[in-house]
């Protein structure tokens, strides 16, 4: 199997020298500022507020220039919105980057303490991860968050925001670079790529990119997990299903279903489909269609639920659908392994929830969905790293490896093995000289 | 960024329905040995040993024809050496077996426990990570070793092994298939693979296999790595250092130079690179030139080194080769930081080593280098899953992210979110209805 073959990411071009250059340099800085203290990197974050503060108008006015550029353009309304920054945005992501900065620090802690024999003596501590590489669409308020959590937890970012925000981002990321540059942080370790040829090249730096991270929409995700062999933080899908069980308290479920769709429809922790046991299926129906209507959600079904009163009708790629809308599917099911088996089929292993009375079921429920998030009558709404207590949300992954689902700042750390000898070596413990205590020692 | 592309492991070949089947009967079974509880899935592996010790000369017999079909076409003796199974060796190995029942269990941890609101409660659990494909090179004891681990921590397995241990893997697998029968664990939790075009398809069971785990060459490893997109548990290369320090104790570091490189010539954690301090180079090499021409090994070296009696010259690309032999790099250096910039261009981030009696020197080093494994005044060959105290090693990993260096059975295992609630909705905290209490709980 070791024949020479085309490598995998092929259709994206090999990063040119400048960029590579760009890139070690960053990560030169990185490796300066994972040396740095917790208060040091503390009092960094701080120093881009305050740059960012004196910066204010500066980056309105960019703002400004990328919107009437979008205005020219005619960009979707939808992303004009996120493209937009005003003054209040502009504090609110301020603030944020305060938060940022008070938040406990990830690195250096000891997660495994072991005496191996007699003076040796192995750790397990938390280091940053190295360098990210951030890829957003729009939303320059985002480039101000990444940037603060990237450096209060020790990591170097190379930045690329869309064309769409370019003046915007190169205003914010000259004010943070300022802000740096009067801490014990190198400014060196934030650096804006602004082409589309260098957001590609990203792609392909193993190596030297330790983390993407990816915001946007979900093509803009699946494209980047296609075309990298970099893990990437994040999500393409957010296929939620909520189950109306059989032994439901109706009123309890309708109040999640309503949550679950309406509170934020865009959102990746939405629900886009009801699976509804049969035997409640018109008791359910009956009190959620009227709701429903009154909470301008469409509705769809299958032919069951179609017959209990939904109008129209699910059609083919309905339940592997995500409409991040008022728009939500409607299945009856036989009984709770049918949901099962329908979450197996269409989930994307993000969040799902049921509402149910029995224990049986809700045991049942919270063993067999393998998803990252498996919620008992609560909306999937609170599938969320702020709402889980971590004070910042780095990104929610439906991967199955760790870290998986709302990650905090925890996602952009990683750990080493340290281990402290007083010249012992292997052969002792292989001939029998010596052996292992492998004593726990306090953390 | 969002137009149609090639996908990136387009060299390699869809996988075929009937291996889509096959697979997808595995992660059924996978989900069922998912439910079964920590004593069902011990049982289950103590099944499997009793299965093997009962099929032990069906088993010698079909290495037996493997090792007369590796005589015939010339299999390189190291190939035959770890293909060989002996009455001995399959003891040990099914005593492994019973070792890997007997380790703590890895599923249903509580890792985080936090009171969102009142009645609101989060968990986050280790749970299994479903589906392992397991890829090997000759090493049929690996099949038994792997398949133990898979079952303890509760995953299903697709399992390729070598064409030329084809009759030796055929007979394991159906043996541990037995042992399975008369458990709670399904029998088709574990499928062996055995075509090579099975094995390519392997590589592309994205959704249905969640890790992938190498067991072979470098070679295998990097070719794995470069064609699919499922994570890979596991290393390309293993280029270990280790520097002796201007302040090194001579002789401690000529004994942990030695053990470091001749312990295990052929690990991964063995070194390839002594990078020695001009202050004591002449010094260390005077004692360390005839003690490693005594133990049989081959040293090459810069031109400082060359200078002070070394007598090979280390051709170009030696800092970038893993020998996996009795063959030594040794560079003399200018300082501490040079010796810092070389690991970081030539290391592969697996473990490197420091001898030192400088606090301030053993603290830089410790700090500065970014790899799975820092060492202080100990051999690099401590690097090891077993030694570390983790009762088994499922691989070591130079990624950057977790799992990373020596894995245990935590690396088979991911986590769930799991909230509970009573009808708690979203809406009720974003209007002030009620706020988060964020509460730790006990774990």
Known sequence: MSQTITPPTSVVPEPDPQLLQRAAAVRRAAMALGQCSDAERRAAVEAMADALDAASAEILEANRADLAAAAAEGLAPALVA????????????????????????????????TELDQGLVLERLSVPLGVLGVIFEARPDAVMQIASLAIRSGNGALLKGGREASCSCAAIVA???RGLEGSAVPPGALELLT???ESLGLLRLDGLVDLIIPRGSNALVRFIQDNTRIPVLGHA??????????AA???LALRIALDSKTQYPAACNAIETLLVHQAIAPAFLAAALPAFAAAGVELRGDAAACALGVEQVAGPGAWDTEYSDLILNVKVVEDLEAALEHIRRHGSRHTDAIATTDPASADRFLRAVDSAGV???????FADGNRYGFGAEVGISTQTLPPRGPVGLEG????????????????????????????????
Chains 1, 2 share one sequence.
């Open 237 to 246: 899908d957010g296929i939620c299903h909520l189950v109306v069980d059989r």
């Open 375 to 381: 919620f008992l009558n609560c909306s999937t709404r």
């Open 175 to 177: 004010a943070l670079q």
């Open 249 to 251: 308290d109706l009123a």
């Open 412 to 443: 952009l750390v990683t750990y080493r093995y340290r281990l402290r000898g007083e010249g012992h070596i292997a052969a002792d413990y292989a001939d029998g000289t010596r052996s292992f205590s492998h004593r726990p020692l306090p953390l």
């Open 195 to 197: 082409s589309r040829q």
């Open 82 to 113: 996120r493209l937009k920054l005003d003054g209040a945005k502009l504090a609110g992501a301020i603030t944020g980057v305060r938060q940022v900065a008070a938040l406990a620090d990830p690195v250096g802690r000891r997660q495994l303490h």
